[in-house]
C-alpha cells in the first residue's frame, strides 16, 4: 500500500515536471528563418512570423490578444525591419544592402529576437516566448568589377623577344562568391601586340597579365594605349574598365648622325671671342641618355688647334679661344666628333673649315698731356683757359689711318694746334663751369679713322672743380612739423630740422637758429644738429599749434641763408576732467506720458581731445534727490533724460536730482549738476461747475421777463495749470430757431434771448456745456438745467396777440406798395426810349438846316469882327434862322468820337463842327467851326485863314489835331450819354463826318476833314476861353455866357485842338508864339457890343498866364463834331449886379 502510494507521488512530480520543462521551452526561444534578396527597398514581406511559428495555430481565438514586441537593446540590426505588433509579420524598413551589412561574409544573415506577450482579460501582458528570427539575405548582382586605380602606366623594353610579360592588378568585385563575383577580362578593341591572362601567384594574389606578342621598336612606335574591359558572370553581367598605357622603353640602337659631313665658314679677323664661329649639331633617334650628344674636338688635331678653338660639349658652339689675326694665318682645318651616353655609347665625325676676313682692325691712338699748371679749374672760372694737349696715331694707312676727333661736352672746346701739326690738338675751357653738377668733369675725347666702319677710339681727360659759395641751405622736407606731448619735461625732444647745401667745405657747413614764432621762447634748437626740444612744459589747451620760423645759415666767406616754418603739435594728455556746461538744467516733462519718454538734456564738454575728451553722464544715485533721481534714466553719450514712469502733475510738480559726468579713463575726473523737472499740465481734469449747485439748479422765468434779464450765473473750477484753461460755456441743446436763451461764453451767465411769447410757455431742460479750452486736448462737462417760462396775465396775453396780427397787416402793404412802384418805374423806362427813338429821327430831318445856321453865324461873326458896329439884336436875328424862332433844344455835352489821350496836361477842350451847304449847287465853301473849353490855350485861327494863306484843299488835308479827354468838371459833365440815343446831343455817331485814323508816337490820329475856306480872313473860328472866364468873371459875364451856351452859341466838348503852325513856334519855355495873338482881338470884337464891353480883356491875352499853353504837342487830330443849332438868346433883361452869386450850373 506504501509502494503505491509512493509509485503515484512519483508519477505525479514527474508529470509536473515535465509541464513545467514545456513551460520554460516554450517561454524561451522559437526558431524561424527566411530568405530575402538585397536591393528590394522598404516594405518588402520577409515574412509572418506569427502564423510560421505555429503560435496563431497555438491561441486561435485569442490570438489577438497576443502583442509581438522586438527587443529594444540587441537587436543590432532591427531598424532595418518593420514588425507588426499584432500579427508579427516582418517587413524591411528600409533598403538592404548586403555588401553593407556584410562586407565580408560569404553567407550574410540577421538575427531578431521578438518577445511575444499574451494578453489574458482584465490582466497585464504575460511573456509566453521569445522568437528568434534568422534572416538570411541573398546576394543579386548589383556591383560592377572595380580596378584600384582608373589609369596604369606600364614600360616594356623595345627589342624584347616575343612572350615578354608584365604584370598589373586585377578589378575586384564586392559581391558574393559565386558567378557574380567571378571575373573574365578582354582588350578593347583587341590588338595582336599583345594578349590578356591572369596567375596566381605563390601567396594566392591574382595578377592580370599583358603578354607581348610581337618585337617592340620605340623608334617606330613607343607608346600604346590599352583598354581593359573586366565583367562579371552574373545573370545580368557588369563590367568595369582600367586604361593601361604601355611605354616602349629605348635601347641604345642608334649612333648620332651630323646634319653635314663637311662645314665651312668665313669670319672677319677681329671677329669676338665671345661670339660663336661654326655651329654643328647632329641627332639621334633614341631617347632619354641614348639621345643626349656630346660634342668635342677630334683627339688627332693638333695643338695649335686645341689653342685656338673650343667646342662647347652641350650644343656644338665653336669658339675661338684668342682672337685670330689674318696677318698671321688665313684658315684653319680639324674634325668635330658627337657621342651619344648610352651603354656603350656611339659617336660619329664631321669635317669643320675656318676662314679669315681681313679688317680694318687697327683703332686710333690717343695720348694726352695735360698742362703743366693746371691742377684745377674754380667754378666760374674764366673762359677759354687751356687744359691740356691731345696726341693723336693710328698704325693702319690710307683711309684707315686717317683719324678725326671731337668732344662731345659743350663745357670744353677741341681745337687743332695749327695746321701743319696732323694729329695735335689742345682743349681750352669753353663755358663756365657748376661745381654742384660734378665736383670733377671728366672730358672724353673721341678719335675715329676713315673706315666706312671707322675704328674709333677714346681717352679722358679729368678736370677738378673746386667750390664756390653760391648755393644756401636748403630744408629737405618742404612742409616742417612736428609733435610733442603737452605736460612733457622742459627739455623734451620734438623733431630734427633737416638741410642740403651743394657746396663743400665751411661753404656747406650750416648752423641753425629760430629766428621768430609766437612764444619762441619755449622752444630751443641745437645749432648743429637742428634738432628742436621744449624749454619748459607745454599745456595744449591754451595753445595747441606753435608755428616757428628756422633760419639755416652756411659758413661760407659770404654766409648765404635759408628760412622756413616749422609747425609744431601738442599732443593731447587726459588732464582735464568733464565739465558740465551749466550747474543746474532746468528742464520739464508733460505728465501723462508713458515711460521712456525724453525729459530733456543735460550738457558737458572736456578740454581734451579725441578719445581724452571722451565722457559719460550718469545719475547720482545717493545724496540729495537720489529718489527723485530714480524716476529718470540718462543716455551715457548723448545725456538724454527719459522718464522711468508715467508722472501726474497734481501729484507733485518738481523733481530735482543730481547728474554727474566723469572722464571714463579717469575716475577722479567727474562733475556734478543739479537737474529739476518741471511736470508740465496735460489737461487731464474736465471743469466742475460749482455754481449753482446741483441742488440748485431748476429755474423759473416769468412772463414778463426782460430781455437780456440774468437767470443764473454759472462757475467752474479746473484743477489743471491755470495758464492753460480757458473755461467757456455754451448751451449744447441750442434750437435751429432763434433760441429763448443764451449764455454768455465767457462769463457764463444765463439770459433770456427774446421776447417772450405765449407759445414759449412750457419747460426747458437745457444742456449747459463747460469747457476748459479748444482743440482735441480740452474736455468739457455738461450741466444740465429746467427752466420753466411761467404765463402771464390775461391782458398781456390778448395784447400779444392783437400786436402780432397789425405788424402781419404792415409788411403786406409794405410788399404791395413796393411791387406797385417797381411797375411804374419799368413803364416809365419803356416810355423814354420811346422818346429818345422819336427825338433820332427828328434830328435825321433838321441837319441841313442846322448846317447852314451854323454857317450863317461864322459868315457874320467874321463880318462884324471887322466892323465892330453891331448890337444884340443884330447879333440875335443874324443867328436865327426862319420858322425856327420858337423852336428850342437840349445842349449837348458828349463824347461821341474816339478819345485820345496826349501828353498834354493844360486841360484844354476843343469841339469841331461844321455846316455843309453843297458846294456842287452853288454854296459856299465848307468852313469847320472850331469852340475852345477849358484852360485858355493858343488860338490859331489867324495862320488857318490868314488872306494871305494859298493853302489848296490837299494841304488842308493834312492838318491834324490832337484829342484828349478832359478832367475838368465841365468836360465830365459834357461826357453824358454815348450811345446811340438822340437825347440830350446835338446828333447821332452815324452823322459824324468820317475821319481817318492813324497811329504816331503811341497814340491816336484822327485826320481833320477837308477844310474848304472861304476868302474871308477871318472865316468863322470863334476860340472862347470858357472856364476861365466862369471861374474869374462877374456874376453877370457868367450868366451871359450861360446864355449863350445854352442857346448853342457856344459848346463845351472833351477835346482839345491846336494848330500845327502854333505848335512849330511854341518853344520849350512856354511862351506864346506870336502868330496866334492877334485872334484873341478878334474873339472879343466879335462878341460886341453884347460880351466884348463885359469880357475881362486879360482873360483872353494870350500872354496871361492862364492863356499859357501847358504843354507842347506834337500832333494833331479831330474829334467829337457835335452839330447844334444856334438859338436866340436874349440879353435885354440882364442886370449888372455884385458878383456874390455861383456860377450857374451848366
Known amino acids: 500500500m506504501e509502494l503505491s502510494w509512493s509509485l503515484l507521488v512519483l508519477r505525479c512530480e514527474v508529470f509536473v515536471l515535465l509541464l513545467l520543462v514545456r513551460l520554460v521551452v516554450d517561454q524561451v526561444i522559437i526558431r524561424q528563418e527566411y530568405h530575402t534578396q538585397e536591393?528590394?527597398?522598404?516594405?518588402?514581406?520577409?515574412?509572418?512570423?506569427?502564423?510560421?511559428?505555429?503560435?496563431?495555430?497555438?491561441?486561435?481565438?485569442?490570438?489577438?490578444?497576443?502583442?509581438?514586441?522586438?527587443?529594444?537593446?540587441?537587436?543590432d540590426y532591427i531598424s532595418y525591419f518593420s514588425v507588426d505588433s499584432s500579427n508579427g509579420v516582418i517587413r524591411t524598413a528600409k533598403n538592404l544592402d548586403r555588401e553593407t551589412i556584410c562586407p565580408t561574409d560569404p553567407i550574410c544573415s540577421v538575427k531578431l529576437s521578438i518577445p511575444v506577450y499574451s494578453s489574458p482579460a482584465a490582466a497585464s501582458p504575460i511573456l509566453d516566448s521569445v522568437l528568434e528570427v534568422v534572416i538570411f539575405i541573398d546576394d543579386i548582382n548589383d556591383k560592377s568589377p572595380t580596378f584600384p586605380n582608373r589609369v596604369v602606366n606600364l614600360s616594356v623594353p623595345e627589342n624584347q623577344p616575343i612572350n615578354y610579360q608584365v604584370e598589373t592588378s586585377v578589378a575586384t568585385d564586392e559581391d558574393a562568391p559565386g558567378d557574380n563575383s567571378r571575373i573574365t577580362y578582354r582588350l578593347d578593341p583587341a590588338i595582336d601586340v599583345f594578349e590578356l591572362s591572369t596567375v596566381r601567384t605563390a601567396d594566392g594574389v591574382e595578377d592580370l597579365v599583358i603578354?607581348?606578342?610581337?618585337?617592340?621598336?620605340?623608334?617606330?612606335?613607343?607608346h600604346y594605349q590599352l583598354k581593359v574591359v573586366a565583367t562579371d558572370l552574373g545573370k545580368e553581367p557588369k563590367s568595369g574598365t582600367v586604361l593601361i598605357n604601355v611605354y616602349v622603353a629605348d635601347m641604345n640602337d642608334n649612333a648620332p648622325v651630323f646634319g653635314r659631313l663637311n662645314y665651312s665658314v668665313n669670319i672677319l679677323e677681329n671677329s669676338d671671342v665671345t661670339n660663336p664661329v661654326v655651329i654643328v649639331s647632329a641627332s639621334d633617334q633614341d631617347e632619354g641618355n641614348n639621345s643626349r650628344l656630346s660634342y668635342a674636338l677630334s683627339a688627332q688635331v693638333s695643338a695649335e688647334i686645341q689653342n685656338t678653338f673650343v667646342v662647347e660639349q652641350n650644343t656644338g658652339k665653336i669658339f675661338t679661344r684668342r682672337e685670330l689675326d689674318f696677318e698671321t694665318k688665313k684658315n684653319y682645318q680639324f674634325h668635330i666628333v658627337v657621342s651619344d651616353n648610352g651603354s656603350p655609347p656611339k659617336s660619329n665625325f664631321a669635317y669643320v673649315t675656318v676662314n679669315l676676313i681681313d679688317v680694318n682692325d687697327n683703332p686710333p691712338v690717343i695720348q694726352v698731356n695735360q698742362a703743366l699748371d693746371v691742377g684745377s679749374v674754380v667754378e666760374n672760372g674764366a673762359v677759354g683757359k687751356f687744359l691740356a694737349f691731345i696726341k693723336v696715331s693710328d698704325a693702319d694707312s690710307g683711309l684707315y689711318g686717317k683719324v678725326s676727333c671731337r668732344i662731345d661736352d659743350s663745357n670744353f672746346i677741341l681745337e687743332a694746334v695749327d695746321d701743319s701739326s696732323v694729329g695735335i690738338y689742345k682743349i681750352k675751357l669753353n663755358q663756365m663751369l657748376d661745381r654742384e653738377e660734378a665736383p670733377t668733369r671728366n672730358v672724353v675725347i673721341t678719335c675715329q679713322d676713315g673706315d666706312v666702319r671707322p675704328l674709333s677710339a677714346s681717352a679722358t681727360l679729368s678736370v677738378p672743380i673746386e667750390d664756390v659759395n653760391d648755393n644756401s641751405p636748403k630744408f629737405v622736407d618742404s612742409k616742417l612739423s612736428g609733435t610733442v606731448m603737452e605736460n612733457g619735461k622742459d627739455d623734451m625732444y620734438i623733431m630734427q630740422i633737416e638741410t642740403v647745401d651743394p657746396d663743400m667745405g665751411e661753404n656747406s657747413r650750416v648752423t641753425y637758429a629760430i629766428s621768430g614764432g609766437r612764444n619762441a621762447s619755449l622752444f630751443a634748437i641745437n645749432q648743429t644738429s637742428g634738432a628742436i626740444y621744449t624749454t619748459r612744459m607745454l599745456d595744449r589747451e591754451i595753445q595747441s599749434e606753435y608755428l616757428l620760423e628756422i633760419t639755416a645759415s652756411d659758413h661760407g666767406a659770404q654766409p648765404l641763408a635759408s628760412s622756413a616754418t616749422a609747425t609744431i603739435k601738442v599732443l593731447d594728455e587726459n588732464d582735464n576732467p568733464p565739465k558740465f556746461r551749466k550747474q543746474a538744467f532746468l528742464n520739464s516733462i508733460k505728465e501723462n506720458l508713458p515711460a521712456g519718454s525724453p525729459a530733456g538734456d543735460v550738457s558737458a564738454y572736456d578740454a581734451d581731445t579725441g578719445d581724452n575728451a571722451k565722457f559719460n553722464f550718469s545719475i547720482v544715485s545717493q545724496g540729495p534727490g537720489a529718489d527723485d533721481g530714480m524716476l529718470f534714466t540718462v543716455d551715457p553719450m548723448s545725456g538724454l533724460l527719459k522718464s522711468e514712469v508715467t508722472f501726474d502733475r497734481e501729484g507733485k510738480r518738481l523733481y530735482s536730482f543730481q547728474v554727474k559726468v566723469a572722464d571714463p579713463a579717469v575716475s577722479t575726473y567727474f562733475d556734478i549738476a543739479n537737474v529739476t523737472v518741471t511736470i508740465e499740465d496735460d489737461n487731464d481734469h474736465a471743469p466742475v461747475v460749482v455754481k449753482p449747485p446741483p441742488s440748485d439748479r431748476?429755474?423759473?422765468?416769468?412772463?414778463?421777463?426782460?430781455?437780456g434779464s440774468v437767470i443764473t450765473t454759472f462757475v467752474a473750477t479746473d484743477q489743471d495749470d491755470p495758464r492753460l484753461v480757458e473755461i467757456s460755456f455754451y448751451i449744447q441743446n441750442k434750437e435751429t430757431k432763434k433760441p429763448l436763451f443764451s449764455i454768455d461764453p465767457t462769463s457764463g451767465k444765463l439770459r433770456l434771448a427774446r421776447q417772450i411769447r405765449p407759445e414759449d410757455v412750457t419747460t426747458y431742460s437745457l444742456n449747459v456745456v463747460v469747457k476748459d479750452g479748444v482743440g482735441p486736448s480740452s474736455r468739457s462737462t455738461v450741466v444740465a438745467v429746467s427752466i420753466t417760462v411761467e404765463e402771464g396775465s390775461e391782458e398781456a396775453m390778448r395784447a400779444f396777440s392783437e400786436g402780432s396780427k397789425t405788424n402781419m397787416v404792415i409788411v403786406i402793404i409794405i410788399i404791395a406798395a413796393t411791387l406797385v412802384l417797381a411797375f411804374i418805374v419799368i413803364i416809365v423806362i419803356c416810355l423814354i426810349r420811346r422818346v429818345d427813338k422819336k427825338r433820332h429821327a427828328q434830328s435825321q430831318s433838321s441837319v441841313a438846316n442846322m448846317d447852314n445856321k451854323l454857317y450863317q453865324a461864322a459868315q457874320w461873326v467874321s463880318t462884324v469882327s471887322v466892323t465892330n458896329d453891331h448890337g444884340p439884336e443884330e447879333i440875335r436875328s443874324t443867328l436865327e434862322v426862319p420858322g425856327e424862332k420858337k423852336k428850342k433844344k437840349e445842349v449837348s455835352f458828349s463824347l461821341e468820337d474816339e478819345v485820345?489821350?496826349?501828353?498834354?496836361?493844360?486841360?484844354?477842350?476843343?469841339?469841331?463842327f461844321s455846316s455843309l451847304p453843297n458846294p456842287a449847287k452853288g454854296g459856299t465853301k465848307q468852313v469847320d467851326f472850331i469852340v475852345l473849353n477849358g484852360m485858355t490855350t493858343p488860338d490859331y485861327s489867324q495862320h488857318l485863314y490868314d488872306a494871305?494863306?494859298?493853302s489848296t484843299d490837299h494841304q488842308d488835308e493834312r492838318q491834324f489835331m490832337e484829342v484828349r479827354q478832359t478832367e475838368d468838371r465841365y468836360s465830365d459833365a459834357s461826357s453824358g450819354d454815348t450811345g446811340t440815343s438822340d437825347s440830350g446831343r446835338g446828333c447821332s455817331e452815324d452823322e459824324s463826318h468820317g475821319h481817318t485814323n492813324s497811329s504816331v508816337d503811341g497814340g491816336k490820329l484822327i485826320n481833320a476833314r477837308k477844310l474848304l475856306l472861304s476868302s474871308s480872313p477871318a472865316n468863322g473860328v470863334i476860340p472862347v476861353p470858357v472856364n476861365r472866364l466862369l471861374q474869374n468873371s462877374c456874376w453877370v459875364t457868367r450868366l451871359l455866357l450861360s446864355a449863350f451856351l445854352a442857346a448853342g452859341h457856344l459848346q463845351y466838348s472833351s477835346t482839345k485842338t491846336f494848330p500845327p503852325s502854333c505848335l512849330a513856334q511854341y518853344s520849350s519855355a512856354n511862351k506864346t508864339p506870336t502868330p496866334c495873338l492877334p485872334q484873341y482881338s478878334r474873339v472879343r470884337t466879335a462878341l460886341h457890343p453884347a460880351l466884348s464891353s463885359i469880357l475881362p480883356t486879360k482873360h483872353l491875352d494870350p500872354a496871361s498866364p492862364s492863356t499859357s499853353l501847358k504843354t507842347p504837342l506834337h500832333s494833331a487830330s479831330s474829334s467829337t463834331i457835335t452839330r447844334t443849332p444856334l438859338h436866340p438868346a436874349s440879353t435885354s433883361t440882364l442886370q449888372r449886379r455884385p458878383c456874390a452869386l455861383p456860377p450857374p450850373v451848366l
Not at 211 to 222: A, F, G, M, N, Y
Open 211 to 222: 603578354t607581348v606578342k610581337k618585337v617592340l621598336d620605340r623608334e617606330t612606335r613607343s
Open 900 to 912: 485820345v489821350e496826349s501828353p498834354d496836361t493844360s486841360g484844354s477842350i476843343c469841339s469841331v
Open 948 to 950: 494871305n494863306s494859298t
Open 39 to 75: 536591393e528590394g527597398g522598404a516594405g518588402v514581406l520577409i515574412g509572418n512570423a506569427g502564423k510560421d511559428s505555429g503560435l496563431y495555430d497555438k491561441f486561435q481565438k485569442d490570438f489577438q490578444k497576443v502583442l509581438f514586441k522586438p527587443f529594444e537593446h540587441g537587436n
Open 698 to 707: 431748476t429755474f423759473r422765468c416769468p412772463f414778463n421777463l426782460t430781455v
